[in-house]
């Protein structure tokens, strides 16, 4: 069984950005001196003894030393003793943002449009629910908001984004030229993580050796190809949807919502209380808020169970198809709140109408027909 290094207070310390964890009392170390950049294999020995010392990076450093990391240059054991290290001391705001920059720095680029948003989620929430996020996104496209989504295979649950995508008849490993086309004439595009970030198979054997949540889980929707500047961010845990949002703003995004279903999904969720952190003109706020709060009925957990990949394609082809109950009011919450943030909506209750129409009205479905097409057009 895995074990998790997530600690147990999600108290963060408003000066730092960092997470409080517990550790035993240290003998004060001398303060070890700034990387250079680029950073060696001999700063990355010094930030080992960095993490050691209970000491942080600053976005900077993070960037460097996870650019190298990123290379293949660092060896097996150097790779997995600094992200155990991170997560055992706990990852700061500072660090997460200079990681996903190193990412960000060797991806694969997309070409998208300015108002292009993101529906991605971090996963790893273990529900085994309907592609909540990936039926949102055809909703949103079809209610005229360019989505260039982001997205993987499953890790924890039946069926990840690619994998729905996947059984609905997309290529999901598309060149870029097509994924561009895709949002431009279709208003969605899906992007595969392993084809747009090749760095990451550095460190893919580490990852899953150490059989625990790392800086990685959380790189994930930090690291778009199409660099878009507004998005939804579904997180795997209550702790980190704040400090994500703060990410965000060092990142240079312009408008998102962090979010978490306080019943574990990294989606709002529609059984009851969601937490919220808002990024807006760099300014970041939390609260909280409930289907009621959108005009929408609670559900049961139980009634957003999903299935496999296929079984969840049908799912998303019966809502997009017309069909009503809890996968359409969730689905209608999540798109309604990407539509906000995207600017088409003023408030929830009318990211709810617009949602509902681009259903209704056969649109959000003509996405998804568009998409397979396109998406195997070589030309």
């Not at 997180?235 to 965000?248: D, G, N, T, Y």
Request: with cysteine; hydrophobic share 45%; net charge neutral.
């Amino acid at each position: 069984m895995a074990i998790s290094c997530l600690p147990t207070s999600s108290t963060l310390p408003a000066s730092s950005g960092a997470r409080e964890v517990r550790r035993k009392e240290k003998r004060p170390v001398p303060s070890s001196p700034a990387l250079a950049s680029p950073a060696t294999l001999a700063d990355l020995r010094a930030a080992l003894r960095k993490v050691a010392a209970g000491e942080t990076f600053t976005e900077n450093e993070a960037a460097e030393i996870f650019a190298l990391i990123m290379s293949g240059a660092a060896t097996e054991a150097q790779r997995g003793a600094l992200l155990m290290g991170m997560c055992v001391r706990g990852e700061t705001v500072e660090e997460i943002a200079g990681a996903a920059r190193a990412m960000r720095a060797r991806a694969v680029r997309v070409r998208a449009p300015e108002g292009a948003i993101d529906t991605c989620g971090t996963g790893g929430d273990a529900k085994g629910t309907h592609n909540i996020s990936t039926c949102a996104a055809f909703v949103v496209a079809g209610a005229g908001v360019p989505v260039a989504k982001h997205g993987n295979r499953s890790v924890s649950s039946r069926s990840g984004s690619a994998d729905v995508l996947a059984a609905l008849g997309v290529d999901i490993e598309g060149r870029p030229e097509t994924i561009a086309r895709s949002i431009e004439e279709c208003g969605l595009g899906f992007m595969f993580a392993p084809t747009h970030h090749a760095a990451m198979r550095h460190v893919a054997k580490v990852r899953s050796e150490l059989g625990t949540r790392t800086i990685f889980n959380l790189l994930g929707p930090l690291a778009n190809p199409a660099g878009v500047k507004y998005q939804i961010v579904g997180v795997f845990s209550e702790e980190w949807v704040e400090p994500i949002a703060r990410v965000l703003g060092l990142l240079g995004a312009e408008r998102a919502w962090v979010v978490h279903g306080a019943d574990g999904l990294d989606e709002l969720t529609t059984t009851g209380i969601s937490h919220v952190a808002v990024l807006d003109g760099g300014k970041v706020s939390t609260f909280k808020i409930s289907p009621k709060n959108a005009g929408l009925p609670e559900s049961k957990p139980e009634d957003l169970i999903g299935g496999d990949a296929a079984e969840n394609a049908a799912h998303i082809r019966a809502v997009l198809g017309g069909n009503q109950g809890p996968f359409r009011d969730i689905v209608l919450l999540n798109a309604a709140a990407a539509l906000l943030v995207a600017g088409k909506a003023k408030t929830l209750r009318e990211g709810v109408t617009l949602a509902a129409e681009s259903i209704d009205s056969g649109k959000a479905k003509n996405v998804l027909e568009a998409l397979v097409k396109l998406s195997h057009d070589k030309v």
